[in-house]
């Protein structure tokens, strides 16, 4: 999976985990087993006793589903703080950009940042993107992810699927490596076990 183990001070950032996604005037989405994968890192994580830093995408634009208050933007079930885990709140696409993301990290000592979300194209893949040129080591857990159908601007539709493999290639060959759910937690356990 990683060309190293884990190190200790890996921290683990769920991105926009939120319940606005399953609903209009959200686009269909294509994974199925996102909740079912990104509440087993956290379980893993939190069993590891390593540092998880929550990222909350809480929306300035007028009407939106993801703005402070609205009903979606509360967490997904499972995906929500749990004791003293901090939450970052971003209202653009990086969640490095306006926050205080990296100071958190610098604080922490943290050089490896594992990121999970939705959705891939883009809060994900900016995030993972801005972090890298940060000079942070970036996995992407590309099975913790999801993204939504697109329109392609000539009257037809770019399937979910399709959106998600491009940009988990393209992270894939210069921003980041790129995991599953199950390599992840098996690199936790080597790395615990060392």
Not at 56 to 66: E, F, I, Y
Not at 106 to 135: E, K, P, W, Y
Not at 149 to 160: L, V
């Amino acid at each position: 999976m990683t060309k190293q183990l884990l190190p200790d001070n890996a921290v683990l950032i769920p991105i926009d985990m939120q319940q606005a996604f399953d609903v209009a005037p959200w686009p269909p989405r294509w994974n199925d087993t996102v909740d079912e994968n990104g509440r087993a890192l956290l379980a893993a994580w939190r069993g590891a006793r390593r540092p998880i830093i929550h990222v909350r995408h809480d929306s300035v634009a007028p009407g939106s589903t993801l703005a402070r208050g609205a009903a979606g933007n509360a967490p997904r079930p499972g995906f929500a703080p749990v004791g003293d885990e901090p939450l970052v709140s971003k209202s653009v696409n990086a969640a490095f950009i306006g926050t205080d993301l990296d100071l958190r990290l610098r604080r922490l000592g943290a050089d490896t940042v594992v990121l999970f979300g939705i959705s891939t194209d883009m809060c994900v893949s900016t995030s993972v993107r801005v972090g890298a040129n940060l000079g942070y080591r970036v996995i992407l857990v590309e099975d913790a992810c999801d993204c939504f159908d697109q329109p392609d601007g000539a009257g037809g539709t770019i399937p979910a699927r399709d959106i998600h493999r491009a940009h988990v290639a393209t992270l894939r060959a210069e921003f980041a490596e790129v995991t599953t759910t199950a390599e992840l937690v098996s690199a936790l356990r080597l790395a615990s076990a060392a």
